[in-house]
C-alpha cells in the first residue's frame, strides 16, 4: 500500500498528466495538413519558364534579315498565352524603309506577330525617300496585318517640321500615311 501512496503523489501525477498532454500534442500535430513553401496564388501568377538575354532574328526565304527582337528577359505564360518582355528593342526591315522600337515592357500574344509596347515606348520610322519620324508614346502596338505602329497615351509624332501630339497616331509601315485621331496639337517652328 505504500508503494500505491508512493507512485500516486502529486510529482507523480504531474508528470503522467504532462507526458498525456505532450502525447496528445504530439499526434494533434501529425494531423494537421502540410503545407507549400510557396502559396498557390504566387504560382498562379509565376511564369511556366522564362529567358533572359534575349536575341532573336528572323529572315525570310531568301536569306535576308527582315526582324531583330532583342530583350533582357521573356516570361511566358502558358494558361495566359502570351510572353510578357522586359526591356524590349524590335527592329524591321520593309520594302519602304524599316522601323524599330523600344520600351521598358513588352507583351507578344501567342500564335501572333503583333507587339504591345508599354511604359515609355518609342518608336523610329526610316523612310527611303522621305525624313524620319519619331513616335513617343506610353505605348506603342505593331500590328501585323495592317502594317501598322500605333502609338496612343501621351502619343507625339517627331518629325523635321516640329511635334504633333494626339489621342492616338497610326503610322503604316509601308507607306508615308499618318492617321491621327482625338485632340490634336501641333508645334512648328520656320526655319530661317
Do not use: C
Amino acid at each position: 500500500m505504500h508503494f500505491l501512496t508512493k507512485l500516486i503523489t502529486a510529482k507523480n501525477l504531474f508528470l503522467s498528466g504532462a507526458t498525456l498532454i505532450l502525447f496528445a500534442l504530439t499526434f494533434w500535430y501529425g494531423t494537421i495538413p502540410t503545407r507549400n513553401l510557396v502559396e498557390t496564388d504566387s504560382l498562379s501568377s509565376s511564369p511556366d519558364y522564362f529567358i533572359t538575354d534575349v536575341k532573336v532574328r528572323e529572315f525570310d526565304s531568301s536569306g535576308q534579315l527582315i526582324e531583330t527582337l532583342d530583350a533582357e528577359q521573356t516570361l511566358h505564360y502558358i494558361a495566359k498565352s502570351r510572353t510578357l518582355l522586359e526591356k524590349p528593342s524590335i527592329e524591321r526591315q520593309s520594302t519602304s524603309g524599316s522601323w524599330s522600337a523600344k520600351a521598358e515592357k513588352g507583351v507578344i500574344e501567342d500564335g501572333s506577330s503583333d507587339i504591345l509596347l508599354t511604359e515609355n515606348a518609342r518608336a523610329t520610322k526610316k523612310y527611303l525617300q522621305s525624313e524620319d519620324i519619331q513616335l513617343s508614346a506610353d505605348n506603342v502596338h505593331y500590328l501585323d496585318k495592317d502594317q501598322s505602329l500605333t502609338s496612343y497615351g501621351n502619343a507625339t509624332l517627331i518629325s523635321p517640321q516640329g511635334n504633333t501630339t494626339a489621342s492616338e497616331i497610326t503610322t503604316y509601315i509601308n507607306s508615308e500615311e499618318v492617321v491621327m485621331t482625338g485632340s490634336v496639337r501641333g508645334q512648328y517652328e520656320t526655319v530661317r
